[in-house]
């Protein structure tokens, strides 16, 4: 107790007295959890462009949704993320797995935290989850890193045991978009329904590709009785070339 308090008082003693770094290259930079000049650059913010629903580019065009969200309105009512995935962002996804944990977490909620609608719907976070397997593996789930940073940056709740992930599924990656379906299709389930029924749930997850792992989620969200599930995450993987590698 007495150590754990002595760790805190020291980590906060240094947050004062080192200078902040690029969240990207380390340089000293003036604000903390945000880039240098050069590596702010090489980010392609995506912010509130795209489809106001899936969030996809849009061509140029006066419309605000896409075709695809006209004729079908997709299960998660609105798909928001930070920056588009390319070698940067990727870093920052690495790490948040394998290396500056905390740091990273708190860049992603910097920048992600203003694309959550959060007045008036009472939302609650809600990071995808790992598989238990694959959990007792890594120690932690990244994206519930970033939805306690998330929550604690807007005083918003986040619950990472709502969602349960029943079925260990492969990597998707190299698989076509049905195939993807396919593999995630039942893995998810809401472990307290009494917990989203009537109610905005915001899901939190790193990178996304295809989309398929989160509307697995908000399929069994909405079958617990969620009134509207949107997703937010940091990156976003946007040309096709990046989805087969
Ligand atoms: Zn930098
Ligand atoms: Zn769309």
Request: glycine share 6%; hydrophobic share 45%; with cysteine.
């Amino acid at each position: 107790m007495v150590a754990t308090l002595i760790r805190t008082c020291a980590r906060f003693a240094l947050d004062f007295a080192l200078p902040p770094r690029c969240a990207g290259c380390g340089t000293i930079v003036a604000e903390v959890h945000s880039f240098c000049a050069d590596c702010w650059n090489k980010v392609e913010f995506l912010g509130e462009s795209g489809c106001r629903t899936c969030g996809l580019l849009l061509e140029a065009t006066e419309a605000q949704t896409c075709g695809v969200c006209l004729a079908q309105p997709p299960r998660i009512a609105r798909t928001r993320a930070a920056v588009a995935y390319g070698d940067l962002t990727r870093s920052l996804a690495i790490w948040l797995k394998y290396g500056r944990k905390v740091a990273t977490a708190r860049t992603m909620a910097r920048y992600m935290a203003p694309l959550i609608q959060a007045e008036g719907s009472d939302p609650i976070l809600v990071p995808v989850p790992l598989h238990r397997a694959r959990l007792w593996q890594r120690g932690f789930n990244q994206s519930v890193l970033v939805a306690h940073e998330l929550a604690r940056r807007l005083k918003v709740r986040t619950d990472p045991l709502v969602l349960r992930r029943l079925k260990r599924t492969p990597p998707l990656k190299g698989m076509s978009p049905q195939q993807r379906r396919k593999t995630v299709a039942g893995a998810f389930s809401v472990a307290d329904k009494s917990a989203v029924a009537g109610k905005t749930v915001i899901l939190i997850d790193d990178v996304l590709t295809t989309g398929s792992t989160a509307e697995a989620c908000a399929k069994a969200l909405r079958r617990a009785g969620a009134s509207r599930v949107e997703l937010i995450t940091w990156a976003r993987v946007v040309r096709p070339s990046q989805l087969m590698r």
